[in-house]
């Protein structure tokens, strides 16, 4: 018999739901007998949770799935896993079976519960096995091994009805599909037990949580259950459909002293013809009136967004648009995108796809435009005192401590690595575009 001990790697991409489903997967692993290693040329078991949303996040997983072809010729014991949103569409599972015959298990978003049956099969066929039948119900949480010792991430729904002209996630994660309060609640107590600090609540489109549910319960009202929590001292929610975004809600950000003052709100685009065709279902005006009633209710609200430079049809007139939210709303925080073209949406079959080289120009001059606000808003905090939930060492500095203000600002500042974990008061010095640097008060 093999006594030796079998390592794992995980290779995660894509959104916070990809990370959390990569903590079940690591759960199920360990209790297997595996153990944790990044070290791809010296592993047992490797595996893609990969990512749709744009073609380069596909493009890595075959790439790197390409050059594993030699090691596994090496090594022929070496289990190669693929699963995630890439492998809900039969194109790639096809592309997969044909082109990289040498991956073993294939499997889906709704079907990690079944991973060690996969595993056993494989081992027992030697053949490569597939399971995309959905299997695991949304109430039925997997246990997981937690990223964080204080930081956690729930699940409170599944899928998207929104259907986004540009976006590939309702096709690929299924409809809406709300986890009940009760669940979610057993959840964050355990977690309250176990000392966690901070929760971010995850779904595709959190705002339209609970319609699904047998007993509807709007998501202000489960934001208002989940904070009278005991022991958590953070919540925070991803991500927010303008659209879908109510008074309550803003109400309840308000009252929720634990709700971090703190909210991403895509807008994806600032002109109303390209918001028209790509199905957002709000005009620029609905969400200036939205930003202004967040920063009515909620001083010192922090916001972040999503933007997609090039949707088919953009006009440099339609960039300005964008440029113009962007200066007037003044993010705190923003992710910018190429447009990607997503087959099976209505956005890939429309006329006019703007040209690659006009598109990174008008990326880059948002960048630009972005990081001047940023630089802008950090400024403001010098002499601040903030707290700061302290989250590990610096990258750079061993002497320094990393953490995020309630409003998910990153802070540097010198103190003892006991303080992990901890919240602590820290007065700002200094700053840059995408962070801010202190010392304890
Ligand atoms: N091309 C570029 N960006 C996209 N996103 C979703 N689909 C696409 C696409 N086809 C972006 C949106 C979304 C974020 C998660 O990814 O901005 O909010
Ligand atoms: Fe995609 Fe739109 Fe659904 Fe977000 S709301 S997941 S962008 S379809």
Redesign the pocket.
Known sequence: MNNKIKKYTIVTYGCQMNEHDSEKIAYILENLGYVSTNEINDTDFIIYNTCL?RENAELKVYGQLGSLKPLKKENPDMIIAVCGCMMQTGEAREVIQKKYRHVDIIFGTKNISSLPTLINRHLSTGNTVIDIEERDLIDNQIDMKRLHPFIGYINIMTG?????T?????YA?GREDSRTPESILAEIKDLANKGYKEITLLG??VNSYGKTLEKPVPFPDLLRMINAVDGIERIRFL?S?PKDLSDDLINAMAECDKVCNNLHL?F?AGSNSILKSM??KYTQEDYLLLVEKLKEKIPNITLST?IIVGFPGETEEDFEETLKVVKKVKYDQGFTFLYSKREGTKAAVMENQVDKNVAQVRFEKLLETMYEIFYENNSKYIGKVEKVLVEGPSKNNEEYLTGRTEGFKLVHFKGNKNLIGTIVNVKITNHNSFSLNGEMV
């Open positions: 949303v998207c009805n929104n259907f986004c540009y976006c590939i996630v309702p994660r595709q489109n991500t459909h895509p994806q199905n957002r999503d």
